[in-house]
Every structure is written in structure tokens, then in C-alpha cells.
């Protein structure tokens, strides 16, 4: 008799607790009694979700059920070091897509980067700059503002100035739960209109936060892209 999808992971996830440590993809594969292909297609569905937890070493692929909850926190200005480090790989992945971006030129947006957000920690309302914790880590952050003006009628309008999250953690959802959680705490402040600026990535910012019941107004700038976990 075959197996649904959902007793599929069940049986993968039974197996890893049962085993209680790391498990080869062919390992697991001879326990739940399915190919390595199809197993191996489950487990990336699986660590999409968040619900195991991938490890590599060499070129074998070990398995774990993951325990671990992203945690959503507000920022402190104690965070602006891991937030730098996760600036630092942003801009190494984007050096891949934009070669001619000059070392000096880099080091020069980092430094902007840092005093624009320690001026936003100590500045912005807590409540609208949260950071993504997983094991006592940061691995994203968002970081939005309130205008109480929206074409001089005093309409209260909100926009996002960072939405990032490091690419080692982007399969977890991580930055549609910032999202949701920093769109929150604006609709409680009144807030129904987010602004952005169309540019090379608006199309999909403008879908997340549209997904999210927001009204866009595409006039603001956008200054990080939205990564893959942010459209789960």
C-alpha cells in the first residue's frame, strides 16, 4: 500500500529521533524502505520547512531532525556586529553577480551600512526592528519606519529600510516571519500603506508584503533584496 507525503515525513522523522543522532541519506533511505533519489527529495522539502536539518561532510549529506525555533526578537544596538556579519555575506554573494563592484567601493557601503543602523538601534521604535534568533544567533533582521504623513492628509504610512537574512539559514522562512511579525506591529500603529521603490527586484517585494494585506506605494527605496525564505 502506498504512503501519503505527510506518513513519508512522519516515517523520516520517527527514524532520526529513534536514531538520535545524524543519519546518512542512504541510511535513512534503507529504514523508511524507499529509494536514496526519493528520500533525498523528501528531505529537501522537509529542510524547506524547517522540520530537519542538513549537514554536510565532504560529500555525504547528514540528516537531523530539526529542534530548533527561529526565535523573533527586537534588535539591540548589541546585535550590530552580527548584523554586519550577515551584511558581509550578503555583499560577497552579490560581488558574484556584480563583479565590477570595486573592494573600496564595498568597504565603503559597510561602513554606511553601520552607522545607518546604529542609528536606527538607538533610534527606531523596538517595536519595528526585530531580529531573527536560531540558537542564540542572528541570522535576519528587519528594519522599518513610520511616517505620520502620506500626501500632507496626515495618513500614517510605514515603510521597510532592511529586510536581510544570511544565505546559510534562507530554506527556514525566516524572512517572511520577520515580515509578518514587523507588518503586525505596524497595522497596530494605524499603518496600512508600505512605500518602496521599483527597482531590479521590486516585482517580488512588492508580492511579499502585497501577500502580506498591505496597500504598496512604490516611491521608497528598498535597500536589500528579498531572499528565497521570504517567499515561502
Given at each position: 500500500?502506498?504512503r501519503?507525503?505527510?506518513?513519508v515525513?512522519?516515517s ?8 538520535a ?5 542512504e ?5 523508511v ?7 533525498s ?10 522540520t ?5 561532510l565532504g ?7 530539526s ?13 550590530l ?7 558581509k ?6 560581488r ?21 543602523m ?6 527606531t ?11 542564540g ?10 511616517r ?10 510605514g ?20 515580515g509578518?511579525a ?6 497596530d ?10 527597482d531590479?527586484?521590486?516585482?517580488e517585494?512588492i ?18 533584496r528579498?531572499?528565497?525564505?521570504g517567499?515561502?
Open positions: 500500500m502506498s501519503s507525503r505527510s506518513q515525513e512522519d523520516i522523522l520517527a527514524e532520526l529521533r529513534k536514531a543522532k545524524e543519519l546518512h541519506t541510511e535513512l533511505a534503507a529504514r524502505h524507499l529509494t536514496r533519489h526519493t528520500v527529495k523528501y528531505l529537501q522539502v522537509m529542510n524547506a520547512k524547517g530537519v536539518r542538513l549537514r554536510r560529500n555525504a549529506k547528514l540528516w537531523q531532525e529542534t530548533t525555533d527561529v526565535v523573533v526578537r527586537p534588535l539591540q544596538i548589541e546585535d556586529s552580527q548584523m554586519i556579519d550577515i551584511e555575506v550578503l555583499q560577497r554573494q552579490w558574484e553577480e556584480m563583479p565590477n563592484r570595486s573592494e573600496r567601493a564595498l568597504k565603503s557601503e559597510l561602513k554606511v551600512f553601520q552607522k545607518t546604529e542609528h536606527h538601534l538607538q533610534h521604535d523596538p517595536q519595528l526592528r526585530l531580529g531573527a534568533e536560531l540558537e544567533t542572528l541570522v535576519g533582521y528587519i528594519i522599518g519606519e513610520i505620520l504623513w502620506e500626501f500632507g492628509v496626515g495618513v500614517e504610512v515603510w521597510i529600510n532592511v529586510l536581510a537574512v544570511d544565505p546559510n539559514h534562507q530554506q527556514r522562512g525566516i524572512g517572511r516571519q520577520l509578518e514587523i507588518l503586525d506591529n505596524m497595522k500603529k494605524g499603518v496600512q500603506r508600505i512605500r518602496t521603490l521599483p531590479s527586484y521590486s516585482g517585494m508580492a511579499f508584503f502585497r501577500s502580506l494585506g498591505f496597500q504598496i506605494i512604490p516611491m521608497l527605496p528598498m535597500e536589500k528579498l531572499d528565497a525564505s517567499k515561502d
